[in-house]
């Protein structure tokens, strides 16, 4: 019956979301940290691990973060281990890792699941409204300013191509 319950609640969760902004997760620090914070702002939500072939995107996440935000744009990293084992860190590691290999300064949010029964209400959310199932590290979402999804780009399209960059300058605008 509890189990039961829980389903329902988290169906009327998902229900109810019109955007990102519905939702809250824990930033990698611990506190809640709810999306509604960057409303208005451009988003671009990539589930990240540390020990991936995509890993070196954290670079060109950086670059982008830095370039775009005085002008709305908001990286986030959403740490997640569904693939293989490639992000095993707890979030102090994954924070400290991220911070002195690849002097991330863009938010972090605690690890989550991306994928299967367990998968986080922001990913359900996500992978309902555009293009199913993640499948696999650095997938990114692309966020208007009213918090709708524009776009999904896979892993293989890095944060810094050309497609990416045009979509983010098209949605600063």
């Given at each position: 019956?509890?189990?039961?319950?829980?389903?329902?609640?988290?169906c009327m969760c998902l229900a109810a979301a019109s955007s990102v902004y519905d939702f809250t997760l824990n930033s990698i620090d611990g506190p809640p940290a709810p999306l509604a914070a960057y409303k208005g702002k451009v988003l671009l939500l990539v589930n990240v691990a540390s020990k991936c072939g995509f890993t070196p995107q954290y670079t060109a996440l950086e670059a982008v973060y830095e370039k775009y935000k005085?002008?709305?744009?908001?990286?986030?990293?959403?740490?997640?281990?569904n693939f293989m084992a490639q992000e095993p860190g707890t979030n102090e590691e994954i924070k400290t890792f991220c911070s002195r290999k690849y002097n991330v300064t863009f938010p972090m949010y605690s690890k989550i699941s991306v994928k299967g029964d367990d998968k986080a209400p922001l990913?359900?959310?996500?992978?309902?409204?555009k293009g199913?199932?993640?499948?696999?590290?650095?997938?990114?979402?692309?966020?208007g300013r009213d918090g709708t999804i524009i776009a999904?780009?896979?892993?293989?399209?890095?944060?810094?191509?050309?497609?990416?960059?045009?979509?983010?300058e098209k949605a600063l605008q």
């Open positions: 019956m509890r189990y039961l319950v829980a389903g329902l609640l988290f005085d002008q709305g744009l908001v990286v986030m990293g959403f740490p997640a281990n990913y359900q959310f996500l992978t309902e409204q199913g199932d993640i499948k696999w590290n650095f997938t990114k979402f692309l966020i999904r780009f896979e892993p293989k399209v890095t944060p810094d191509s050309p497609e990416v960059v045009a979509a983010i």
